[in-house]
């Protein structure tokens, strides 16, 4: 039997795996996690073969309850279900450990083989995910540091490259001046600069005003 985890802050989406899984002879749900944390606890103390994970939920999330299986649970395959697709949802996931990356929009056929194949060794990637990591991997030679950036941050940093302090940020984003703090803190450590300075150079430098 393959045992199998479910992830999913919603309710009724477990609900709904659960039962069709549950017609599968090979397939066993041996338990259903509304979090990151429980997920992570729950896989720790099950061990189970896959561990379908969703992404967006409160507390730890997808990606950090990810990274924590895998570096507690190696042989646990965490198979992502989610229903994002955006470079801020991949990239951090599979370099986190995920092993395969799948739509909620697949079908339910597509689910059960991604279990099968995960047990097999075999990922399974959405079709236009395949595209992404294929497309970053073309690429990796080319790649920039404010390709890292989050298209929030990469706002901010274009504002720090004109001049304004955070207090100006904040008010020309409509954003929090700590939130405006936050994001400049981690685009000086995604830049890898020492300050706002050497951001604001990065920015004439890149043509990224």
Known sequence: MIRVLLVDDHEMVRMGLAA????????????????????????????????????????????????RIREACPLSKVIVLTSFIDDEKVYPVIEAGAFSYLLKTSRAAEIVKAIRSAVAGEPVLESRVAGKIMARFRHGQESHPHEQLTPRELEVLKQIG???????????????????????????AKLNVEDRTQAAIYVHTHNLG
């Open 20 to 67: 069709y899984l549950s017609t599968e002879d090979d397939i066993e749900v041996v338990a259903e996690a509304g979090s990151g944390e429980e997920g992570v606890r729950m896989t720790v103390e099950l061990l189970p073969d896959v561990v379908l994970m969703d992404l967006v939920m409160d507390g730890i999330g997808g990606v950090e309850a990810t990274r």
């Open 162 to 188: 004109l001049g304004k302090s955070n207090q100006e940020i904040a008010d020309e984003l409509i954003i929090g001046i700590k939130t405006v703090k936050t994001h400049v803190s981690n685009i000086l």
